[in-house]
């Protein structure tokens, strides 16, 4: 219900403790959404060019998850870009207006993520998707344990936000996330890895120095960061003779 339009039965007696709780399916929810998304372009791609297959299968995973992570991207381009002092950020990003900053970043990142998609050999793209969606939602899940919240009011525009669980949780979510890129190979997500956690790590640093910590649209901001750091580090590889395990 949080991550997704997808339908399911109403929840009896809710309560915030339960998004907490469910954080550790993060993962999982991006297989879902990898697996639907790979399969529009599955289908697309038996009566379309590839690039308008892959371009559909964009705009369905955005209308899936209600641009929610689009929307966390956004905004944290507008607050990270006009603001100044942590107040500021936190204040633009809590404002459902989206700005020059959040646009253009929007316009490159989408850009960056169809190209390096359509760049990829096609014989391979329906586990690259699956796979990226999935990935990409480990690094949010571990950025809650290795920071602090910071909205000291607990407010978002519409939606709470899930905190930190036990270790045990973590766990779930890492080996969960790590299933779909086990056909990659060992060297190839070795790559893969070190580069999506050298750009986390300086992520980090920077929101750290910024605002003290994360909120739900730096988690947002993240995976697809991380999402387009995946595809293309797989497109280096493919690319790259002497790497190129493809």
């Not at 379309?48 to 559909?56: G, N, Q, V």
């Not at 970043?105 to 998707?129: D, E, R, V």
Request: glycine content about 10%; aromatic content about 14%.
């Amino acid at each position: 219900m949080f991550y997704t339009r997808i339908p399911i039965p109403k929840i009896k007696d809710y309560n915030n403790g339960m998004l907490s709780k469910s954080t550790r399916y993060f993962p999982l929810i991006g297989l879902i959404v990898g697996v639907l998304t790979a399969l529009v372009y599955f289908g697309f791609s038996k009566i379309l060019p590839s690039e308008i297959a892959i371009l559909l299968s964009m705009a369905f995973s955005v209308y899936l998850t209600g641009a929610f992570h689009e929307d966390g991207f956004a905004d944290f381009c507008d607050g990270f870009g006009g603001g100044y002092t942590k107040e500021k950020v936190l204040t633009i990003m809590k404002d459902s207006r989206i700005g020059t900053y959040g646009s253009v970043g929007l316009i490159f990142m989408l850009a960056t993520k169809f190209l390096a998609l359509n760049a990829l050999n096609t014989s391979l793209l329906i586990g690259i998707i699956i796979a990226g969606h999935t990935f990409s939602r480990i690094i949010p899940v571990a950025l809650i344990y290795i920071t602090q919240y910071v909205r000291e009011d607990e407010t978002s525009k519409s939606k709470p936000i899930g905190h930190r669980g036990s270790y045990l949780a973590l766990f779930f979510a890492i080996i969960t996330g790590l299933v779909p890129v086990i056909w990659i190979g060992w060297f190839a997500a070795l790559i893969f890895s070190i580069a999506i956690l050298f750009v986390t790590l300086i992520f980090k640093r920077y929101i750290v120095k910024k605002i003290g910590g994360y909120t739900g649209d730096v988690l947002g901001a993240l995976q697809q960061i991380t999402e387009v750091v995946f595809y293309l580090c797989i497109l280096v590889l493919q690319n790259n003779e002497a790497w190129n395990l493809f």
